[in-house]
């Protein structure tokens, strides 16, 4: 398996308060992704890096921020949370010469 | 934009053939994928195809893809129990998947004993 790892796995917080999920690769891929996953609509992609301090919105951006200021981790921070945001997220690497993405187990994010 | 079709549901019985279908309507895809999904885990990399490939077999698993009806397949042979889960289409569009991919919703593999 891909070193990839999520954490929290789990989480449960209140409405209004700030939420950072980790991911941390042992891969050393340039390209890292957040996606969100919720019935109905699949995974759809929030934000990418494409390397240290480059990174840029996906489709559903909104409400999220995301940090990487180094190759192995990838922050991604939900500034006042909502509960529209609970969901699970799912971080993913990537290699574009190889255009394969690896996921990790995912974070249970139930925002009340 | 991109979009990615599949079917919600499928059932089959055990020891037949799965074939899950999928449209994409981005015709610069350079890769497309598939990828399953059991219960409570992550997305785990089944297979996928290069654009300029219109078939490609790895043991039980067989992708077809038509380019010109952007229309993407796969079958998997001799269906087993283990084979329940949600299997995801997705596309890398132009960018190679350097910019995220582009899922389906995904399509529930239903094995009936």
């Known amino acids: 398996d891909a070193g990839i790892t999520q954490s929290p796995r789990h989480k449960v917080t209140e409405t209004g308060t700030p939420v950072t999920l980790r991911c941390h690769q042992t891969e050393n891929h340039r390209y890292m992704y957040w996606y969100r996953q919720d019935p109905g609509h699949g995974l759809r992609l929030i934000h990418y890096?494409?390397?240290?301090?480059?990174?840029d919105k996906g489709e559903v951006s909104d409400g999220y921020s995301v940090s990487r200021s180094k190759t192995e981790d990838f922050l991604l921070t939900l500034e006042s949370a909502t509960s529209s945001q609970t969901s699970v997220y799912f971080c993913a690497i990537g290699d574009r010469l190889n255009t394969e993405a690896f996921f990790g187990q995912g974070t249970r994010l139930t925002v009340v | 934009g991109e979009d990615v079709e599949q079917s919600l549901f499928l059932s089959v019985r055990e020891g037949d053939s799965s074939v899950i279908n999928c449209t994409y309507t981005?015709?610069?895809?350079?890769?497309l994928y598939w990828y399953k999904q059991e219960p409570g885990a992550g997305l785990q990399l089944l297979t996928y195809?290069?654009?300029?490939?219109d078939m490609k077999q790895d043991q039980r698993l067989t992708v077809l893809l038509n380019k010109k009806d952007k229309h993407l397949s796969l079958r998997i042979a001799d269906t087993q129990t283990g084979d329940s889960a949600i299997y995801f289409c997705?596309?890398?569009?132009?960018?190679?998947?350097?910019?995220?991919?582009?899922f389906g919703k995904g399509t529930h593999l239903i094995i009936q004993p």
């Open positions: 195809i290069f654009s300029n490939m």
């Open positions: 981005d015709s610069s895809s350079t890769y």
């Open positions: 890096s494409y390397g240290v301090k480059d990174t």
């Open positions: 997705a596309e890398s569009g132009s960018g190679g998947g350097a910019d995220g991919l582009t």
